[in-house]
């Protein structure tokens, strides 16, 4: 799921309307369900992609070092490294560079992104039914309750 998507079904259950304020304090169990399904479903896409994103950082490590057989390196469709191995000091520039690495870094800060949205918004679930007692007081304040 993407961001945008998450956002638009928020943009629809966060609206609480003042006359069915009781339905929408019920609700909030399922909307804290259904979220946090979102948030832990992100959170272990995360994980897979940290472990894929350490994976292939160690075989490319490998790769800049020449020490892939031919065999690996057809199974990753890589051509074999031609250059001078990198200097250990130079080889953080190197993975810093390598768009393998960074295509997966850039999908796991896009998760991390997911995560503090659904995040945050579970922290407003936590406070609707204090907001929900909140409107439910203010009526019965207006009708001289």
């Known amino acids: 799921m993407t961001l945008d998507e ?9 609206i609480i309307d003042d006359n069915n304020l009781g339905i929408h304090a ?3 169990a399922k ?5 946090l399904n979102f948030l832990m479903e992100s959170k272990l896409k995360k994980t897979k992609l940290d472990q894929d994103f350490n ?6 490590i490998r ?12 199974s990753f ?10 200097l250990k000091n130079e080889m953080d520039e190197f993975l810093k560079g390598d768009e393998d690495l960074s295509k997966i870094k850039l999908r796991i800060e896009y998760i991390d992104v ?6 945050s918004i579970m922290q407003q679930i936590k406070s609707r039914d204090w907001s929900i007692k909140n ?3 203010w009526k019965q304040f207006m009708a001289g309750s």
């Open 6 to 14: 998450i956002l638009d079904i928020w943009n629809i259950d966060s």
């Open 26 to 28: 019920i609700e909030t």
């Open 31 to 35: 909307l804290h369900s259904k979220y």
């Open 55 to 60: 994976i292939l950082k160690k075989n490319k």
């Open 63 to 74: 790769y800049y070092r020449g020490e892939l057989t031919r065999k690996e390196l057809e």
């Open 77 to 86: 469709g890589w051509e074999p490294w031609q250059y001078n191995k990198p």
């Open 114 to 119: 997911i995560i503090y949205a659904l995040e």
């Open 135 to 137: 409107a439910i007081s």
